[in-house]
Structures are given as C-alpha cells and as structure tokens.
C-alpha cells in the first residue's frame, strides 16, 4: 500500500483537503480526506507544502503516431489514399517508445486521447492511452474511444490536389451521409462483416463518438446537422471560433475540445484563433475540454496551455477542470480518470505549487499506483 500524506489534495470534484492524505492499493484510490489512518508497514510519500491533483488529460493528440524525432519513418498519422477509412485504428500506428511519452509524464499528462490525423473525411478509431508502458496494450484505457472524421480545409485540399473527391465542403459532407446511411442499412440487415462500417454502427450506437476535426463555425455546423441526423454523438475538436456559436452547442449539449493555442494561424481556418475561445465557451455553458494537439505543441505544454487560457479570461476552476475531469467526461471516461475518489485510477500528481504557476515543478507523478516520475530539479 502507498500513502500520500499531508498535502493540499485537490480533488477535482469540489472538494479539497488543505492536508489531507491519499491510499492507494492495487492501483486504486482505496481511501482519501483529512484524517485516515496510514496503516503500518504502507510505503509513505510526504507532500507537505505541495499540491496533490489528478493526472491530466490532453484529449486530442497524435502521440505515438507522429512520432517527433522522424519524418517519413515514424508518421503515421493519415493514410492520404482513399478519403474513407473507418476500420483504421490509431492503435496500430502507435509506438510507444515515441520520447513524447516521457514528455508527457514529465508535465504531469497521465492519459491521451490518439486519433488519426484529419486528412481524409472519415480517418479511422481512436484510443485512449495512459502514458506509461512498452506495450500498447497495455497502456489501454478505452479503445475503440471515438471515430474521427474531419471537415474544412485539409479533406478537399489533400483530394483536390489529387483531383479525386472529394475537393469541396458539399462533397465531404456528402460522403459521410452516404456512409452513415450504409452504416444505418448495415446495421438493419446484417450480413457478413463489414469492417469499414461496424466502427460507424458503434456511434450510431452511442458506444462511442464522432470526434469532429473542425474549425470555422460553418463547418462546426455542419458536423452537428450530420450528427442530428443520423443521432450520433459528437465531440468537437479543435472549434477555432467555436466561440461565435457558443451558445447552440450550449443548447445541444456539444462539447468542444479547444486548441491548439500555442501556435500561429497556420491556415485560413484558424484566422480568428484566440486564448480568450475557451473561456467564452465556459461562459456559455459548453464543456471544455483542451489540447495540444500534440505534435503540433509538445504534449507537456498542456498545463502552459491552460494557464494561458486562464490569463485569457478562463476561471482558473474551469481551466483546471479542461485538463483534468472535463476532458475525461468527455471522453467518457470519468469512472477511471479526470478526479481523485475512492475506487478510480491512482494516477496522482504531486506538484511544488499550482500546476498553472509557470515556476511550478512537477515532482512526482503516479500512473495506476506505481511511482513511475519523481523530478526535484528543474522543470520538464
């Protein structure tokens, strides 16, 4: 058994205890408030003067698949020869030797969401990862967790610089309604397997969600009308100016995974990209969850990234909420991860101040009851 003792537990669930204490047995969080009892014999962690908090969550990136140190060799981030493939899985593209793993775990990022790239209209399943391991396999936390298709820009520029469809927004648009409606038909009248469409009949299903690569507000749009359609959950990543249709995806209670930030405008899509998007969202009552969108910012930039936000307007509650329970909510995985209770994953952050304190280092990170980071030097 391990004891986390004597520091400020913040629990991501409304609660903190200003010196409280952690147990943890069998990778479980088995006990937590001001006044357990640490049983005799428990390996005992000191965290007095610290901040004791959830791992975090980046909830969009390409970890694994786009690995940082190659080009051709280690990207295998979209299969740019046929815009429709849903029986693709990021989790046989994923190597997890990729050196972002460490970086993650050494800015206090304890689960990844990993998805395909946004190349092709429909790019394949995504996983949900802890950051710790050797074998992908078991590093899984939900896998499939999400289908993910894209609209703007890179579709119709990819195929249209190939002169192949589609090369307009009418014509992604169109594709995934034709497929959706094979889905639909596939799923009344099952014959033999089909691979390419039992992943869409798992979002017609709600098993899992659409995770909607989308920028500007028309194409946002256009993902909720296909979703409403068809009634598949959907999951918006990215929302560049999502903020100009806060309150419709309030009203449809349409989540927004928001960022990249830390980067320039690097397309016409992303012209009115702004620190201020997240808060305005919060505000409106969408849930908000951040990204990195890794590699495009380096994975353990994620609490940089929602300190800035905050410095933007953002509560500071709600931007620790975006890389911690909101993002495992909407990832629908908040039963493991995302807060510190009884009975969830001990992936626990110990930190010498608050994360989004720029001289804040994180000293000692923990991935399903195992110590696998301790740093007292400088930050990663």
Known sequence: MLAVANGKIMTMEGNTYQKGTLLIDQGKIVAIGDNILI??????????????MP???????????????????????????????????????????????????????????VAPGSANVIGGQVAILKTYGHIVDQMVLKEPAGLKIAFGENPKRVYGEQKKTPSTRMATAGMLREMFSKAQNYAATPKER??????????????????????????????????????????????????NIGKELAERNIPVVSGPH??????????????????????????????????????????????????????????????????????????????????????????SGSILAMESIVETVIIDGSVVYHDQGEPA
């Open 55 to 113: 791992g975090l969550i980046d909830a969009h990136t390409h970890m694994g698949i786009a690995e940082e140190v190659y080009q051709y060799e280690g990207d295998d981030t979209n299969e740019m020869t046929n815009p429709l493939t849903p029986h693709l899985r990021a989790i046989d593209g994923v190597n997890p030797l990729d050196l972002a793993f460490g970086d993650a775990i050494s800015g206090g990022v304890t689960t990844v969401a």
């Open 194 to 243: 089909d691979l390419l469409l039992e992943p869409v009949v798992k979002v017609m299903n709600k098993e899992i969600s659409l995770h909607a690569h989308a920028h500007r507000s028309d194409d946002i749009l256009t993902a909720v009308r296909i979703s409403q359609e068809f009634d598949m959950p959907v999951i918006i990543i990215h929302g560049t100016d999502s903020q």
């Open 262 to 351: 830390l980067v320039n405008r690097a397309k016409v899509e992303m012209k009115d990209k702004s620190w201020k998007t997240p808060g305005l969202l919060a505000q409106a009552g969408v849930k908000v969850a951040l990204t990195t969108d890794h590699p495009v910012v380096p994975i353990q930039y994620l609490s940089l990234c929602a300190a800035l936000v905050c410095r933007a307007g953002m509560s500071e509650e709600e931007a620790l909420k975006s890389i911690t329970i909101n993002a495992a909510e909407i990832l629908g995985v908040d039963h493991r991860v995302g807060s510190l209770s009884v009975g969830k994953d001990a992936d626990i952050l110990i930190v």
């Open 39 to 52: 049983p005799k014999g428990a390996d005992v962690i000191n965290a007095q003067g610290k901040v004791v």
